[in-house]
């Protein structure tokens, strides 16, 4: 919502709710004002009406703001340092892009309330390979690369196999005949 909208929004919430908290204090006897004649339907009216102007008052109208990313915040001398989940995740696929027989892999990371990276990486493994050597190299390498990368320590590196992907054929190309 815009913000001429919204003042004007907020200005005809105070009205009512000034007007309702009049009505009651009448009805309650603490303030008269001669010419109202305030009964119980009323009264109920009016508690209702300042329960909307609250509402209208103090909640937040319109669209809401793009919420900041998930960050890790890193200090540093000079200042904090964020980077984002998003980012994390796409170093562990540059990792686990370096491991022979890793393949269709996608990442997620979390962090620990000490502050630690935890992650879950999930991919596919080629056919006939090794798969706890395989695992194993590939936590490594991640937990090695993130660590040295952006100096935040990892606490877990989670690995999920998915399925047998298959093996990728090396594609010879077909030589041309020179044409004389």
Do not use: C
């Not at 305030?38 to 009216?45: R, V």
């Not at 209702?48 to 990313?69: C, D």
Request: aromatic share 8%; no cysteine; net charge positive.
């Amino acid at each position: 919502m815009k913000i001429v909208p919204r003042i004007l929004l907020w200005l005809y919430a105070l009205g009512i709710a000034a007007a309702s908290v009049i009505g009651l204090l009448d009805y309650a006897g603490l303030y008269r004002i001669y010419s109202l004649q305030i009964n119980d339907e009323t009264a109920i009216a009016a508690v209702v009406a300042i329960l909307f102007s609250l509402f209208f008052l103090f909640a937040r109208t319109g669209q809401r703001a793009a919420r900041e990313p998930q960050t890790v915040t890193q200090r540093m001398e000079n200042g904090d340092v964020k980077i984002s989940y998003e980012t994390l995740e796409q170093l562990v696929g540059r990792a686990a892009s370096a491991i022979r027989g890793v393949q269709k892999h996608s990442a997620r990371v979390r962090t620990t309330e000490q502050g630690l990276l935890r992650i879950m990486i999930r991919y596919s493994i080629e056919a006939d390979l090794d798969i706890p050597k395989t695992t194993a190299d590939l936590q490594e390498a991640v937990k090695t690369y993130i660590q040295t990368t952006t100096g935040i320590k990892v606490e877990s590196v989670t690995v999920y196999v998915t399925e047998l992907a298959v093996q990728q054929e090396a594609v010879q190309p077909t030589k041309k005949r020179r044409v004389e």
